[in-house]
């Protein structure tokens, strides 16, 4: 499985190349030539037989948190950006609200309209409605608070942390409830990564829940945090969260070696995300075949080498310990090509030939 992320597809597909002026179908059109490319480059990314429309909700407040997130923008195209957090003070939290979700079935309608107009008859047009937002409550928390701002508070202001990231679990399961409730959720078991059977059994009326979908999640701004303090800052908050669904798919770049009794702790777990930087040989000793083990490449390692042999090599390796496991390999988080525009073809033969061979 292959994925790239904004940056390297301005070099794969320019915004240039698009013929539609309309911002709306700019949008399809993008969406539809990355499938095109997706399928040339011969990778496995699942691809629906429709047109996903998704459900429209009015959130209040429209902030969605009853502050402001903001971000301090690069000065230069490709720079980094930091953050500009609205939490400065214990006080602050205060300021902070539970949402309101209300579906909104004109808006909604009229997206289903135009995307069936465009797309009807070539395409099946179908309502979907995604479980809201994300278990990834350290990712918000670093918009709110700032990431080094956070990092300080762990051991200096702990209740602060304690009471936001009480605030963000919470947050998200009135978000969950809410949408839920309305009786439109739908199972997320499509796209890349999660693709699978039907999550779970669907109830007698028909109505879907949680326990029906995936969810993923990560610890990526804790990574350098130690395993007691992830577990007591981080993961014992979205314990609650996952518990509501039928199937977790846990981590991302972050390293985890560590702590991963903890990741094997989370109920309804099914993936366990080993990273570049997660040691491939403790993570196959301790998770075994009972989970699915997706080994994420290095993005750098895959892109920059001018042999592939080295690519060849490395996953050779990497499947031959993987033998007679559950195992996905996916790629992702690239920013550049690095002046090998076919590196993703190649990258992605080797890895079909290595899974083959290790089956």
């Known amino acids: 499985m292959c994925s790239s992320d904004l940056a390297a597809w301005q070099e794969i597909l320019p915004k240039a190349s698009l013929r539609s002026t309309d911002n709306r179908l700019r949008a399809i059109e993008y969406g539809f030539r990355q499938t095109l490319l997706k399928h040339e480059i011969g990778d496995d990314t699942p691809v629906d037989p429709y047109f996903a429309v998704e459900a429209v909700f009015d959130i209040d407040p429209p902030d969605m948190y009853g502050v402001q997130v903001a971000r301090h923008r690069p000065a230069e195209a ?75 508070d762990l051991a200096d202001q702990p209740e602060l942390v304690h009471r936001l990231m009480a605030y963000l679990r919470d947050w998200l399961l009135s978000a969950m409830q809410q949408v839920q409730a309305t009786g439109l959720l739908t199972p997320n078991n499509t796209g890349p990564m999660t693709c699978s059977d039907p999550v779970g059994t669907v109830p007698a009326d028909g109505k879907v829940t949680y326990r029906n979908c995936w969810c993923m999640a990560n610890s990526q701004e804790f990574d350098q945090v130690s395993p007691a ?26 390293n985890l070696s560590r702590k991963i009794d903890g990741v094997l702790s989370i109920p309804n777990l099914r993936i366990f995300v080993c990273s570049a930087w997660t040691n491939l040989d403790t993570v196959i000793e301790k998770v075994g075949k009972k989970h699915v083990i997706m080994w994420r490449q290095k993005a750098s390692d895959v892109v920059f080498p001018d042999d592939v042999a080295t690519l060849r090599r490395q996953l050779d390796e990497g499947m031959r310990k993987l033998q007679g496991h559950h195992v996905q390999i996916v790629l992702r988080e690239l920013q550049t090509l690095a002046g090998h525009p076919d590196r993703l073809h190649v990258w992605t033969k080797l890895a079909i030939e290595a899974a083959e061979k290790y089956v």
């Not at 309608?109 to 008859?121: F, H, K, V, Y």
């Not at 577990?231 to 509501?244: A, D, G, H, T, V």
Request: aromatic fraction near 10%; charged fraction near 25%; include cysteine.
């Open 78 to 152: 490709g720079g980094a950006w930091s953050y500009d957090p609205p939490i400065k003070s214990m006080a602050d939290l205060d300021k902070l609200r539970l949402p309101t979700y209300t579906y909104n079935h004109a808006r909604t309608q009229e997206e289903l309209s135009r995307a069936d107009e465009l797309l009807g008859d070539i395409l099946p047009v179908r309502l979907v409605c995604p479980p809201p937002w994300h278990a990834t409550l350290c990712s918000p928390a670093a918009e709110l608070r700032g990431l080094a701002e956070m990092m300080l």
């Open 229 to 254: 303090m992830w577990k007591e800052f981080l993961l014992n908050y979205q314990k609650p969260i996952f518990e509501r669904f039928g199937a977790v798919c846990y981590g991302c770049c972050e």
